[in-house]
T-cell receptor
Framework: DAGVTQSPTHLIKTRGQQVTLRCSPK?????VSWYQQALGQGPQFIFQ???????QRGNFPDRFSGHQFPNYSSELNVNALLLGDSALYLC???????????FGQGTRLTVV | KQEVTQIPAALSVPEGENLVLNCSFT??????LQWFRQDPGKGLTSLLL?????REQTSGRLNASLDKSSGRSTLYIAASQPGDSATYLC?????????FGKGTSLLVTP
């Protein structure tokens, strides 16, 4: 079992650009959640996808959007990047919306 | 809004010591509480999950307790080892989202 996999592992973007991050859930999991972790902080919930729909959203602007595909994999898109978007982006999968969460290794996004 | 606080923010202990990490939360209406470990620049590894109806969970040298009424959880690490050095995060689930504390950075010195 490969667990939760995220790609890419590192990314450098310029302010104003757009970025797409990808996540493949653990085998047997149908729910994917995304978190943003700034340096020295705990992860902050962005949104959760279940059955290809956004089930819940945290306090993030509309520049942050996502998608879940029929195979349960997911993408996180961020438009009009700001310097403050620099963070570790974590994907978590679970077998249900409130089930035990397994996290990937994250994507380190640096906006310059 | 659920607020999660972890004390202390950092801790340094000599190898072999037993230690306790603390987590408090403001809203007792939770589904479960999880403790995670995070190595520098890496993802989160789940250590223990306590359902809201449970009082404690044990895994090897780790023991986590939950007192929902007082909004507190503790993670007890027995006989600490240098390999335990990492940041430990507490997360509370009140629905679909996990609410995290800022973590306790643990350093175990040989």
């Amino acid at each position: 079992d490969a667990g939760v996999t995220q790609s890419p592992t590192h990314l450098i973007k310029t302010r104003g650009q757009q970025v797409t991050l990808r996540c493949s859930p653990k085998s047997g999991h149908d729910t994917v959640s995304w978190y943003q972790q700034a340096l020295g902080q705990g992860p902050q919930f962005i949104f959760q996808y279940y059955e290809e729909e956004e089930r819940q959203r945290g306090n993030f602007p509309d520049r942050f959007s996502g998608h879940q595909f029929p195979n349960y994999s997911s993408e996180l898109n961020v438009n009009a990047l700001l310097l403050g978007d620099s963070a570790l982006y974590l994907c978590a999968s679970s077998s249900s919306p409130t089930g035990l969460a397994f996290f990937g290794q994250g994507t380190r996004l640096t906006v310059v | 809004k659920q607020e999660v606080t972890q004390i202390p923010a950092a801790l340094s202990v000599p190898e072999g010591e037993n230690l306790v990490l603390n987590c408090s939360f403001t809203d007792s209406a939770i589904y479960n509480l999880q403790w995670f470990r995070q190595d520098p620049g890496k993802g989160l590894t789940s250590l223990l999950l306590i359902q809201s109806s449970q009082r404690e969970q044990t895994s090897g040298r780790l023991n986590a307790s939950l007192d929902k009424s007082s909004g507190r959880s503790t993670l007890y690490i027995a006989a600490s080892q240098p390999g335990d050095s990492a940041t430990y995060l507490c997360a509370v689930s009140s629905g679909y989202a996990l609410n995290f504390g800022k973590g306790t950075s643990l350093l175990v010195t040989p």
